[in-house]
Structures are given as structure tokens and as C-alpha cells.
């Protein structure tokens, strides 16, 4: 199917989504896979990735044709920014597990990356009926609850670059439009916690509660995702009240740690 939003992105733009694509998988993936996957041209995707193969950025298996993630990224990776993300997820992870363990719900921890967040670590909830995660899913910006938390403390400039006018739609919760997106980040903010009613995902309803560095910048979310059959008023003000006192604390661990994380 074609994406009609994807056509309008610049060429860096087009490689930086094949290569984020990458993320979303374990197995090695040919063009057309690729292609279903960001929605850009299968002979648009095929180019970039001859490109990307000759840098090293991508690998191609000689018999089936298939691509995997090459060397370069690898040592990319391994730069101070996956370092810093390490050391972040290091710090929080028994935040995290303690949180899962206090509301019974699978709990997601997410990096601000610009344009979209990273789910670095998950804690899965032990519940029979549970919500299932891949540790780092790559998320967009307009239905995550904890990428809505994030950007409900982002200055106003730094959202009109952020956000385009018509935003993709995942389920037919989604927000799509960026005048009513702002309009809720604007209540997010007040209220100091941002909601994913099944905007995401059918049936999933999530909450999320920004993170701050040392000089009080969103840098990071954590999130309490679960069936919507679950939430309840009353539920939902307990699990925001645990939420809020994870932050903080994966917050204070941050600033007693390195001098920056990010």
C-alpha cells in the first residue's frame, strides 16, 4: 500500500527510516519486506540499500539476498550515544522492575531520539493477560503515551518542527490532526502524565510520565501499558501516582550518576 506522507521525505530522511526499520526486527529482510515496512518505493528502498551496503551499514547474505544490519552500525552503536543509552537503562532498570511489580502491568522505558523514542527496557507483567513488548521497538511521536509525555514538555517551536499536520493513523483512535494533538498536550502537561487510548494499538491502553535530566529537560518516559479492559478510573489515578514516583526516582539516580547521560 502506498504511504502518500512518505513520498515527501528528503532522501537522508527515506535512508534514515530504512535504517530504523532494522530495529523492528530479528531476522534478516529483503526490499520488498523493507518496503511493506516504511512505506517507500520497493525500487527506492533497493537503491538505498545498495548505498547503505557499499558503507557498511548493512550486510547481504550471498544466497538469499536478504539484508541484516552490517558492521558500521554495529560500531555506531557503540558510540557515546549507545553508551549513554546503556548506562541510562543500567541506572533505571530496578525502577522499572519495582514499578512492574507494584501495579502488575507490563512497563515500558523510553529514550527521547528527536523524531520518535526508543523503548530501551521492559519489564513484562507476570499476569496470564498481559501486554508483550519488544525491548527496542522504535515508537512514533503522536500515539505512545510516553512520547506524549515527553513532547507535553517540549517547548512550542521545538513541536512545530516536530510534528507535521497530518500525522499517520494506527487505529481508528488515533489523533491524526497536529491543532488537536497540541490542544491535548496542553492537558498532559497540567496534569503531568499523558493516556494512549488504544491509539497505538487496538485494545492497549497506556500511561506515561516524562523523565527530566538535571536542568529539568524531558530526556526520557516511563510507561504502564496494559488491556484497556483493565483501566478504571481509580486504577488509573493509582498507577499515575506510582508512575510519577518512578520518575523521580529514575531522575534523581540520573543526576547522581555521570554528568550527562544524553
Known sequence: MKHPIKDKLSAIEKTLEILVSFADVDHEVGTVEVSEHTGIHKATVSRILGT??????????????KYTLGPLAYRLGRTQTGQSISAFTSVSQKYIDELRDAVGETVSLEVWAE???????????????????????????????????IL???????????????LPRFTEHT?????????????????????????????????????????????AAVSVVMPA?????????????????????????????????F
Request: glycine share 4%.
Open 229 to 261: 479492559s483493565r483501566v478504571t478510573e481509580k486504577r488509573e489515578a493509582e498507577i499515575v501516582q506510582h508512575l510519577k514516583r518512578t520518575s523521580r526516582a529514575v531522575s534523581a539516580a540520573m543526576s547522581d550518576g555521570p554528568n550527562s547521560f
Open 175 to 219: 489523533i491524526t490532526s497536529k491543532t488537536e494533538l497540541l490542544e491535548r498536550l496542553v492537558i498532559f502537561n497540567k496534569q503531568g502524565y499523558s493516556i494512549d487510548n488504544q491509539e497505538l494499538y487496538p485494545g492497549i491502553f497506556a500511561i506515561g510520565v516524562p523523565i527530566f535530566d538535571r536542568i529539568s529537560k524531558p530526556v
Open 115 to 149: 523524531r520518535k523514542t526508543i523503548a530501551c527496557y521492559l519489564a513484562e507483567s507476570k499476569s496470564p493477560l498481559r501486554v508483550a513488548m519488544a525491548s527496542a521497538d522504535v515508537l512514533p511521536l503522536h500515539a505512545p503515551a510516553g512520547a506524549k509525555a
Open 152 to 166: 507535553a514538555f517540549v517547548g512550542q517551536d521545538h513541536l512545530d518542527r516536530l510534528l507535521s499536520e497530518d
Open 52 to 65: 547503505l551496503l557499499e558503507y557498511g551499514m548493512v550486510s547481504q547474505n550471498d544466497e538469499t539476498k
